[in-house]
């Protein structure tokens, strides 16, 4: 454990040999001289003093001053990340996850690598709404962010992007794979049963599935669009499944 009296003796007697310094070398060239009478040594001992009383105050404001700047960042950091984040879910929101579309689709053309968008949808949400309620709405809805997180990598962007509708970004990731991993979330959440006091609820989803090497839209939005166009075959279909945009699919208008 650190010890702050140590540190400050330790300071103090760095500056007293700091300022005595001269002395002590003239002292071994010139020793005819009485550098250490008592005068001289009150005179070492007064600036040392008034230097380590300077020099204490100066890193007293240095230590202060980085410990408000470190605070700052963190409540920046914290102000930023409440802005980019949904406040239910703790996922990104629409806007961040717009954002990042852009992003990773220009890095993944530059670098001529794959890139795979899911869209989500709980099935009958509205239901589990009207029947029991918008708190418990709002604990599947948290529910089955923790889930998705489960199944995705750090690397991933995952986002609510609206009411109950989720968005997923997969970078270099092809279409087998990003298959695989809308699979997993969808039978995940078909077995996963959400609870909170008396209630008790199975809530499936529907995912559709695009991809830029598959799908070769030519700007972010429509691989955003085809991803959307295949979850609403996942709904026509029947709902709780997934579908993967053809490479020929027309994506919706604007």
Same mark, same amino acid.
């Given at each position: 454990?650190? &010890?702050?009296?140590?540190?400050?003796?330790?300071?103090?007697?760095?500056?007293?040999?700091?300022?005595?310094?001269?002395?002590? =070398?003239?002292?071994?060239? /010139?020793?005819?001289?009485?550098?250490?009478?008592?005068? /001289?040594?009150?005179?070492?001992?007064?600036?040392?003093?008034?230097?380590?009383?300077?020099?204490?105050?100066?890193?007293?404001?240095?230590? +202060?001053?980085?410990?408000?700047? &470190?605070?700052?960042?963190?409540?920046?950091?914290?102000?930023?990340?409440?802005?980019?984040?949904?406040?239910?879910?703790?996922?990104?929101? /629409?806007? /961040?996850?717009?954002?990042?579309?852009?992003?990773?689709?220009?890095?993944?053309?530059?670098?001529?690598?794959?890139?795979?968008?899911?869209?989500?949808?709980?099935?009958?949400?509205?239901?589990?709404?009207?029947?029991?309620?918008?708190?418990?709405?709002?604990?599947?809805?948290?529910?089955?962010?923790?889930?998705?997180?489960?199944?995705?990598?750090?690397?991933?962007?995952?986002?609510?992007?609206?009411?109950?509708?989720?968005?997923?970004?997969?970078? =270099?990731?092809?279409?087998?794979?990003?298959?695989?991993?809308?699979?997993?979330? +969808?039978?995940?959440?078909?077995?996963?049963?959400?609870?909170?006091?008396?209630?008790?609820?199975?809530?499936?989803?529907?995912?559709?599935?695009?991809?830029?090497?598959? &799908? +070769?839209? +030519?700007?972010?939005?429509?691989?955003?669009?085809?991803?959307?166009?295949?979850?609403?075959?996942?709904?026509?279909?029947?709902?709780?499944?997934?579908?993967?945009?053809?490479?020929?699919?027309?994506?919706?208008?604007?």
């Amino acid at each position: 454990m650190r &010890n702050p009296g140590i540190h400050i003796a330790i300071y103090a007697l760095a500056v007293l040999f700091m300022a005595n310094l001269n002395a002590v =070398s003239d002292t071994f060239l /010139h020793p005819q001289l009485a550098y250490f009478d008592k005068e /001289h040594l009150l005179v070492g001992f007064i600036s040392g003093l008034f230097t380590a009383v300077l020099g204490g105050a100066l890193l007293l404001y240095i230590r +202060r001053t980085d410990a408000a700047l &470190n605070k700052l960042n963190r409540l920046n950091a914290r102000l930023r990340d409440q802005t980019i984040r949904d406040g239910l879910t703790g996922l990104y929101n /629409h806007r /961040h996850f717009q954002e990042m579309l852009r992003h990773e689709f220009l890095l993944a053309r530059r670098y001529d690598s794959d890139l795979a968008c899911l869209m989500l949808d709980l099935d009958r949400f509205k239901e589990v709404n009207d029947t029991h309620g918008h708190p418990f709405g709002d604990h599947v809805l948290a529910g089955t962010a923790t889930l998705i997180l489960n199944e995705t990598r750090i690397t991933d962007t995952v986002a609510r992007y609206g009411g109950e509708e989720f968005a997923i970004l997969l970078p =270099s990731t092809d279409q087998q794979g990003a298959l695989a991993i809308a699979e997993r979330i +969808r039978a995940r959440a078909e077995n996963y049963l959400h609870r909170q006091q008396e209630i008790a609820r199975i809530v499936t989803i529907s995912i559709g599935l695009a991809t830029l090497a598959a &799908n +070769r839209p +030519r700007q972010p939005e429509e691989l955003l669009a085809r991803a959307d166009q295949a979850l609403y075959e996942a709904k026509t279909a029947g709902r709780n499944r997934v579908m993967v945009a053809s490479p020929d699919a027309t994506p919706p208008a604007a």
